[in-house]
């Protein structure tokens, strides 16, 4: 409780820097597990990616394998079966002919029990549309790092994009290695994940700007060291803004899929929840580390830290940093803005400092 206090003062109690091996580490044992999963078991994709033919059930007492013989009598035995809640079972099957969809649907009625929902849909998101959404997310990667080039620096845009690419990956691998099904809800949720690690990957940066525009001219600290005061200042406002993000999803994911039965709910929340947890924590662990082991390899900080060294400093512990100076204000913003609207009051203009020769003292009358 003490830590995450001094956290929200914006003090120094966590080292992240000594977090960040652990965390690549973590990062790459998921995406191996993900991206595995992907390849054996591939994704399960939706009527809208696939086409065919779906049904829900309403029966009680039957069961998963009594389903199965139902459908393979007919030469559906490929089909999925899922038991949804305690009497809804959900078949989805491969046949996109009318007369074969109807007979099976007349012959679950009369086996299984009432069919509540049937559906019959062609592969609409086909390969074109597919080839389409990879071209648009070329360009969005492409705009954003030309952005961030150019609003940062390249090394900072670099980081933001590993991060959005680390978040995709570890969410499709959810869906891959749990199979769930995926639908254009799900694939507008990555879409918005996307968006929502890039905005938290920003403020981490503009907040590692700030305090190496103010203690980068002392030569005093590491870009390292600068670096985790910024997380420090940022890690509970990035906290507090995933947890009041994943609220109100958690409870569309409880009451709008698991309580009142929505299934796209459930399809759209359960990677936007995914997406927020990873992306709060990729643009802390991921992107930030990622920048500073670029910037520590430029001259200028090499040339630092060489100083810092020489005199005895080590970096295994997080020195600490006086909040008095990591908030002084940038003096060369500051002087440029009273250049244009004029010295701040009380403070002596340059004529006064010149040196210049007083005015002469008015003679006392008698």
């Known amino acids: 409780m003490k830590t995450l206090k001094s956290l929200y003062l914006g003090e120094n109690p966590v080292n992240f820097p000594n977090l960040w091996k ?14 595995g999963s992907f390849a054996f078991r591939g994704l399960n994709l939706g009527l809208d990616f696939e086409g065919g033919t779906s049904y829900e059930v309403r029966s009680s007492s039957a069961t998963v394998p009594e389903t199965r013989e139902v459908l393979s009598s007919v030469g559906a035995a490929d089909s999925r079966v899922q038991k949804v809640g305690d009497d809804i079972i959900r078949i989805r099957s491969d046949i996109d002919d009318s007369q074969k969809a109807n007979e099976l649907r007349e012959l679950l009625e009369n086996e299984i029990g009432e069919v509540e929902t ?11 549309v597919t080839n389409k ?37 570890i969410s499709v691998g959810v869906y891959s290695f749990f199979q769930f099904e995926i639908t254009p809800a799900t694939v507008v949720a990555f879409l918005t994940i996307m968006g929502y690690s ?24 590491s870009y390292t060291e600068m670096m985790n005061l910024a997380l420090n200042r940022v890690a509970m406002r990035s906290i507090n803004t995933s947890i009041s993000s994943a609220l109100p999803v958690l409870s569309l994911l409880v009451i709008g899929a698991f309580i009142m039965g929505a299934t796209t709910l ?20 991921l992107a930030s580390s990622l920048v500073s082991l670029l ?10 830290r060489n100083r810092l060294e020489q005199k005895g400093i080590k970096f295994e512990t997080v020195r600490k940093i006086e909040r008095q100076e990591a908030s002084k204000p940038d003096l060369k913003k500051k002087e440029r803005i009273e250049g244009v609207r004029g010295p701040a009051r009380g403070r002596p203009t340059p004529m006064q400092n010149s040196g210049s020769i007083p005015p002469r003292p008015r003679k006392k009358r008698r």
């Open 22 to 35: 652990r965390a690549f580490i973590a990062s790459m044992v998921v995406l191996i597990i993900g991206i």
């Open 118 to 128: 049937f559906e019959q849909v062609g592969p609409t998101w086909g390969s074109d």
């Open 133 to 169: 959404a990879i071209k648009a997310l070329l360009v969005f990667f492409v705009v954003v790092a030309m952005y961030l080039t150019i609003r940062l620096e390249w090394k900072m845009a670099l980081g933001a994009l590993v991060a959005v690419v680390h978040d995709i990956i």
């Open 198 to 221: 890039l905005y938290d990957t920003i403020v981490v940066y503009d907040k590692v700007r700030e305090i190496t525009g103010r203690l980068g001219a002392t030569e005093k600290y």
């Open 266 to 285: 459930q399809e759209f929340s359960v990677a936007l929840l995914v997406g927020i947890l990873v992306g709060s924590y990729s643009s802390i662990f």
């Open 295 to 304: 910037k520590e390899r430029e001259e200028r900080w090499q040339q630092v």
